[in-house]
Nanobody, 120 residues
């Protein structure tokens, strides 16, 4: 069974930085795409950033130029470096991955989320 576990959330002041990590574990053949989404109270789930297995990245408009996604393939881990944080970045951040677990099966997996609060 594949599991994704996030870490690194917390309280930070506006203008500050945080780094989130997501580690995938379990029986996997390959991870095609890794990513981060977020959900603030009363809002839908929003794309933050994704990165493919060949390093192609995609960012949500709200975080372009401030957030950076990266991955460590050897560790099945990916990261979200968040700089110049704003109060509107406050949300539960969820990691996501498209993972092939068998020759005939690839599907999306989600972590449980980590809370990021940006407040003075």
């Amino acid at each position: 069974q594949v599991q994704l576990v996030e870490s690194g959330g917390g309280l930070v002041q506006p203008g500050g930085s945080l780094r989130l990590s997501c580690a995938a574990s379990g029986s996997m053949i390959s991870i095609y795409r890794m990513g981060w989404y977020r959900q603030a109270p009363g809002n839908g789930r929003e794309l933050v950033a994704t990165i493919t297995n060949i390093g192609y990245t995609n960012y949500g408009d709200a975080v372009k130029g401030r957030f950076t996604i990266s991955r460590d393939n050897a560790k099945n881990t990916w990261y979200l470096q968040m700089n110049s944080l704003k109060p509107e970045d406050t949300a539960v951040y969820l990691c996501n991955a498209l993972i092939r677990t068998t020759v005939n099966n690839a599907m999306d997996y989600w972590g449980k989320g980590t809370l990021v609060t940006v407040s003075s």
